[in-house]
């Protein structure tokens, strides 16, 4: 680490959104941002699901967090809240320096279990982050690859790899 840094919300104004486009990972969810900030939908700086880690005044690493609330559970025995944390990303040339690790950390603190789905390479650096694949679900996961992470005490939920899918 160079030199202490922390993790902080992010809000969204004109000047967030124009840090975003330099991440890899900006679509749909920002450009919605964007257009509600401009049609006055939202207030300028209002609260978002995004934290990040400031270097100097640059936004050099995101990633976005929100609550899953328990009726919504299909990973976790018994079904409870959980966190879904996606979009993380550290911008080149500050990879390798601990951010990364910094922003799992963050999420790890609140004691839920998280759930994330990685991009293609990132897998190394979850299972060093203790994240592990969630046992397959057909129904539930077809398409992608959750990976999960498990406060203490907190147990999985048991699949079965076809899922209540039906045959045709
Ligand atoms: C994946 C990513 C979020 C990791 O963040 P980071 O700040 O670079 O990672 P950190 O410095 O916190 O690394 C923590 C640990 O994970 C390891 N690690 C980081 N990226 C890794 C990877 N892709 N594969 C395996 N291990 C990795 C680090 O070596 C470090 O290990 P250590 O604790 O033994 O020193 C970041 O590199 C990124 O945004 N990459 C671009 C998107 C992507 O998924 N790229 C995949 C690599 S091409």
């Known amino acids: 680490m160079l030199e202490p840094v922390s993790v902080e919300r992010l809000v969204i104004n004109f000047k967030t959104l124009e840090e975003f486009k330099q991440f890899k990972n900006y679509g749909n969810q920002e450009l919605s941002m964007l257009e509600d900030l401009q049609g006055n939908i939202i207030e300028n700086d209002s609260v978002s699901p995004f934290f990040g880690i400031y270097y100097g005044s640059a936004l050099v690493a995101r ?42 950390d963050f999420a790890k603190q609140y004691e839920l279990p998280i759930k994330t789905s990685p991009l293609i390479n990132s897998q190394g650096f979850w299972e060093k982050m203790g994240f592990h694949k969630a046992k397959y679900d057909m129904e539930r996961d077809l398409g992608s690859n959750p990976l999960i992470w ?16 039906q045959t045709l």
Do not use: C, H, I
């Open 63 to 104: 990633m976005s967090l929100y609550r899953v609330d328990a009726k919504y559970d299909q990973y976790f025995d018994p079904p409870q809240d959980y966190l879904e944390l996606w979009k993380l990303e550290v911008l080149p040339g500050y990879r390798d320096k601990g951010f990364g690790k910094k922003l799992v």
């Open 150 to 165: 498990t406060p203490e005490g907190v147990t999985e939920k048991e699949t079965s790899a076809f899922g209540n899918t």
